[in-house]
């Protein structure tokens, strides 16, 4: 199943992705869930799909043409992100083993959704891809055992977490370089975890203007996803609708010869297997 938020005309939905189309089932269940988010936890007693087939039954559908897609969860609670998760990308640059993952944050409003404008910062030229895979939650949790750990997953999405190089490297801390303002993307839509089948072996390849520059299978994580939520679980109180964003493979723009930048004008596209493809355009920030 593929649940996606969106704009119809001027009005936040959410629905079921089906072909072609999107059933706007927000029309029956919005007035007690009014987003995504909210029905996520509303469902975490196991009962989403029932609720979910229930609305669909009843729920106008609509050419997916006719809606604005946006950030699957467009207000997360937390956007948690992995740095350094795929051994190419540490050694590419220059870092050594860690025992613990290294995390960072992102903010809401740091993220778009499918198909809308990413925004290279007037204040950098540094602008970078990172095609990475978000693990979406689906019910609260704190010190999650990894053998519990996929329980508490509703499903997966495509991110990109575009990043600033030069902000971010003015500290050790990550998070100026990874929060400018609608810098990443989230999207197309969720596809849940039953949906997924083991999404480890999935995928992950990101393309600019046409050109793979990253390819990945998802089980090359040096910290697996089970891994992550318990170590996350463990210092925060995960949330429904909260995103880990498990990082990014070998192949980032600002370590080839000569560097690679996105710009105003390019098209960057990720790509994972068990989920659709996220693409976006990019724009110069209006002066």
Not at 30 to 44: D, I, K, T, V
Request: proline share 6%; hydrophobic share 40%; net charge negative.
């Amino acid at each position: 199943m593929r649940l996606a938020s969106c704009l119809l005309g001027s009005q936040p939905v959410y629905g079921v992705v089906e072909d072609d189309g999107i059933a706007i089932i927000s029309t029956v269940l919005g007035e007690r869930y009014p987003s995504l988010r909210s029905l996520l936890a509303g469902a975490a007693d196991g009962q989403l799909y029932r609720k979910i087939d229930h609305a669909v039954a009843s729920s106008p559908t609509v050419a997916l043409s006719e809606v604005t897609f946006l950030p699957v969860i467009p207000e997360p609670q937390k956007i948690i992100c992995v740095g350094l998760n795929y051994t190419p990308h540490r050694e590419e640059t220059g870092r050594a083993p860690v025992d613990y993952p290294t995390l960072f944050t992102r903010f809401a409003n740091s993220q778009v959704g499918h198909e809308a404008a990413i925004i290279a910062p007037s204040a950098s030229r540094h602008f970078d891809y990172e095609g990475e895979l978000a693990v979406i939650i689906g019910k609260q949790g704190r010190h999650i055992d990894q053998r519990d750990a996929e329980d508490y997953i509703a499903g997966y999405t495509c991110f990109n977490d575009g990043s600033v190089r030069d902000y971010q490297r003015h500290s050790s801390q990550f998070t100026p370089g990874k929060n400018f303002h609608a810098s990443g993307a989230c999207g197309p839509w969720m596809v849940t975890a039953d949906s997924v089948g083991d999404i480890r072996a999935a995928t992950l390849v990101t393309r600019l203007n046409g050109k793979v520059l990253q390819s990945a299978v998802i089980a090359d994580m040096d910290f697996s996803i089970p891994q992550l939520i318990h170590y996350i679980s463990g210092f925060t109180q995960l949330e429904p609708g909260d995103l880990i964003v498990t990082g990014t493979p070998g192949g980032v723009g600002y370590v080839r010869k000569p560097p690679i930048y996105m710009c105003h004008g390019d098209c960057v596209e990720v790509e994972i297997s068990a989920i659709g493809v996220l693409r976006n355009p990019i724009v110069d920030e209006a002066s």
